[in-house]
Nanobody
Framework: QVHLVESGGGLVQAGGSLRLSCAAS????????MGWYRQAPGKERELVAT???????NYADAVKGRFIISGDNAKNTVYLQMNSLKPEDTGGYYC????????????WGQGTQVTVSS
């Protein structure tokens, strides 16, 4: 089992920045990939960014050039630096982790709220 705890959400004005953190505990040796998803009210959860244990990253088109995902393997922690935030970035941000790159089995955090005001 893997336990994920997010932190760093909050309220920010458009154009501002926030940094999210996700700390993993438990059987972290099983993990191959970690990442962030988000869910806006009334919408489905969507991929934001992922990073593999070897450091390969992947971003949704909507956040490319603005968000940066990084990881600290020693701390079992993944970060999401969010810059140039827009109101449409508002939503619940959820940390995800999986033993497989295809993410057929996913562990989820409880989420942290990000609100971007215009």
């Amino acid at each position: 089992q893997v336990h994920l705890v997010e932190s760093g959400g909050g309220l920010v004005q458009a154009g501002g920045s926030l940094r999210l953190s996700c700390a993993a505990s438990g059987n972290t040796f099983l993990l191959n990939i970690m990442g962030w998803y988000r869910q806006a009210p009334g919408k489905e959860r969507e991929l934001v960014a992922t990073i593999t244990s070897s450091g390969r990253t992947n971003y949704a088109d909507a956040v490319k050039g603005r968000f940066i995902i990084s990881g600290d393997n020693a701390k079992n922690t993944v970060y999401l630096q969010m810059n140039s935030l827009k109101p449409e970035d508002t939503g619940g941000y959820y940390c995800a982790a999986s033993p497989t790159a295809s993410m057929t089995l996913v562990y989820w955090g409880q989420g942290t709220q990000v609100t971007v005001s215009s």
